[in-house]
């Protein structure tokens, strides 16, 4: 049973630049997160998709969004790169929006 | 909202020796209480969990940890440490109601085990 996984393991990008990570979640689970993790720092919570649906958000700017598809996998879109958006993108899966978080690998993100 | 506080950002402790990680959390609600760990490249792995039953919670790999309310503590202990469990460990809160599944976490604690 494969757990969640993230694509790409690494991506460097320039300021202003658009960026697309994806993410699968762990087999029977409809709920994804995702989060931000600056170096040094914990996760921040970036939003929650259940139902194809942003369900809650945290405390980002629209420069991200995200979309779910009908197989549950999701994606998270960061528009107009600024260096401090360098960080590592954990996705997190769930049975429903109240089940534990597995958390995939995450997606290293370098804006130059 | 949510807060949580960790004490000491790395922790430094001789091989077979008590680990003590300390957590203190804020929440208006009754919480729910994890901890990860988090090894070098890899994504977060939950040790344990609180969920109002037992104050005492076992986790994986020998860990342990203590709801307080009265000190709105959820410390992390082990009685011996590995060198294995050389990582980094982060303690979150959830609330319920329309926080739903969004984790606070802190801002993590690096165990250094030495021989």
């Known amino acids: 049973d494969a757990g969640v996984t993230q694509s790409p393991t690494h991506l460097i990008k320039t300021r202003g630049q658009q960026v697309t990570l994806r993410c699968s979640p762990k087999?029977?689970?409809?709920?994804v997160s995702w989060y931000q993790q600056a170096l040094g720092q914990g996760p921040q919570f970036i939003f929650q998709?259940?139902?194809?649906?942003?369900?809650q958000r945290g405390n980002f700017p629209d420069r991200f969004s995200g979309h779910q598809f009908p197989n549950y996998s999701s994606e998270l879109n960061v528009n107009a790169l600024l260096l401090g958006d360098s960080a590592l993108y954990l996705c997190?899966?769930?049975?429903?929006?109240?089940?534990?978080?597995?958390f995939g690998p995450g997606t290293r993100l370098t804006v130059l | 909202a949510q807060s949580v506080t960790q004490l000491g950002s790395h922790v430094s402790v001789s091989e077979g020796a008590l680990v003590l990680l300390r957590c203190n959390y804020s929440?208006?609600?009754?919480?729910?209480l994890f901890w990860y760990v988090q090894y070098p490249n890899q994504g977060l792995q939950l040790l344990l969990k609180?969920?109002?039953?037992?104050?005492l919670v076992k986790g994986i790999n020998g860990f342990e940890a203590e709801f307080k309310k009265s000190e709105t503590s959820f410390h992390l202990t082990k009685p011996s440490a590995h060198m294995s469990d050389a990582a980094e460990y982060f303690c979150?809160?959830?609330?319920?109601?329309?926080?739903?599944?969004?984790?606070?976490f802190g801002q993590g604690t690096i165990l250094t085990v030495h021989p």
């Open positions: 998709y259940y139902e194809e649906e942003e369900r």
């Open positions: 979150a809160v959830r609330a319920g109601g329309t926080s739903y599944g969004k984790l606070t």
């Open positions: 087999s029977g689970h409809d709920t």
């Open positions: 997190a899966s769930s049975l429903n929006r109240l089940g534990e978080q597995f």
């Open positions: 929440s208006s609600v009754p919480p729910y």
């Open positions: 609180y969920t109002s039953a037992a104050t």
